[in-house]
Every structure is written in C-alpha cells, then in structure tokens.
C-alpha cells in the first residue's frame, strides 16, 4: 500500500496543476472569444448607423 501512495502523492500536484492551468487558459479564450464578437456586433452596428458599408464588404 506505501509503494501506490507514494505514486499518488508523486502525481497529484503534477495533475492539480495542470487541471488549473488548463481551467484558466479555457477561460481566457472563451472571453477573448466573446469580446471579439460584441466589438464585432458594435461595429456593424456602428456601420449601419452611419451607412457605411459592412467590414467584410471593404
């Protein structure tokens, strides 16, 4: 039993890390997803306000 809790301990804080690592750059390109497409929305909005042509008409 000593020798596979010693396995454990030896990995766990290699995974916990690396779980935590994973969890924070997910969140940051999901925001960065997200962030990209509302300035996209408020620009065409922009646009369409002024009635100048669509970004991807340029």
Same mark, same amino acid.
């Given at each position: 039993?000593?020798?596979? !809790?010693? $396995?454990?301990? /030896? #990995?766990?804080?290699?995974? $916990?890390? /690396? ?5 924070? $750059?997910? /969140? ?13 929305? #408020? !620009?065409? !909005? !922009? ?8 970004? /991807?008409?340029?």
């Amino acid at each position: 039993m000593n020798y596979w !809790e010693a $396995i454990v301990w /030896s #990995i766990a804080p290699t995974l $916990i890390v /690396s779980a935590l690592f994973f969890f924070v $750059i997910r /969140s940051a390109v999901r925001a960065d997803r997200t962030e990209r497409k509302v300035y996209a929305k #408020i !620009e065409a !909005e !922009e646009r369409a306000k002024r009635g100048m042509p669509a970004a /991807s008409e340029r």
